[in-house]
């Protein structure tokens, strides 16, 4: 079985086992797997881990529970299915923040979940600010302001669920937040262009595809 393997920041693919299920696991073909911010970090620190790491997600076939499958609605595109995980963190944010009809929400900050928390907040027609400059607010003004901070992180099983059930039923608009496509062959170049948040936001690995760009 192909799989990509990083090793000392440099990632490759490698052959790699077959994974064999255990009791109350199943085991699945990958269609597509996204590629996360956490990923992009533990390519370059992930020295503490030791020094070879395969990707879970990048691999032609993996094992999980099956208790935490769901069945993917309406025949809803594979792509599309693919973002239900980042969707469901906004949706969690969203969620989190209160946001009701007629409110105003500022987003800081446009990388992948901030656009997603955009998609999530439109869905609930809701009017957006979008912060694209740098903070010009004096400190003397921040200090006559109260602002209360709520720390969201991940979403829960039914968010998941909720968030999945939303795109297939064309509740959530989320297809623009895909740049691009690569097969294993071009991870490393994936890796590389979302360095550049001005051009990607999502690249999307086919294990089936032969292409080594995301442009």
């Known amino acids: 079985m192909k799989a990509v393997q990083t090793q000392q920041g440099d990632l490759s693919t490698v052959a790699m086992p077959e994974p064999v ?3 109350g696991q199943v085991l699945v073909d990958v269609l597509r797997c996204g590629i996360c911010g956490s990923d992009l970090h533990a390519r370059n620190h992930c020295g503490h881990w030791g ?3 395969a990707r879970s997600g990048y691999a032609e076939r993996v094992v999980v529970e099956e208790s935490l499958i769901l069945p993917v609605p309406n025949g809803l595109d594979t792509d599309l299915a693919t ?3 980042p969707m469901a963190v906004a949706w969690h944010a ?9 409110d105003v929400a500022l987003v800081i900050g446009c990388g992948p979940v901030g656009l997603a928390v955009i998609c999530m907040l439109k869905a609930r ?3 957006v600010g979008v912060c694209m400059s740098s903070d010009q607010i004096e400190p003397a003004m921040g200090i006559n302001k109260e602002i209360e901070l709520r720390f969201v992180l991940g979403y829960t099983p039914l968010e998941f669920r909720d968030t999945l059930h939303m795109i297939a039923d064309g509740k959530v608009s989320c297809a623009a937040l895909i740049t691009g496509t690569v097969g294993f062959e071009g991870v490393n170049n ?3 262009a979302l360095g550049d948040p001005e051009k990607h936001a999502k690249i999307l690995i086919d294990p089936r595809s032969s292409q080594c760009s995301p442009d």
């Open 51 to 53: 020094d070879t790491l």
């Open 125 to 127: 027609v809701v009017v």
């Open 83 to 85: 973002l239900t995980e």
């Open 21 to 23: 299920p255990g009791s």
């Open 190 to 192: 994936a890796f590389d």
């Open 94 to 102: 969203v969620q989190r923040g209160e946001v009701k009809r007629g």
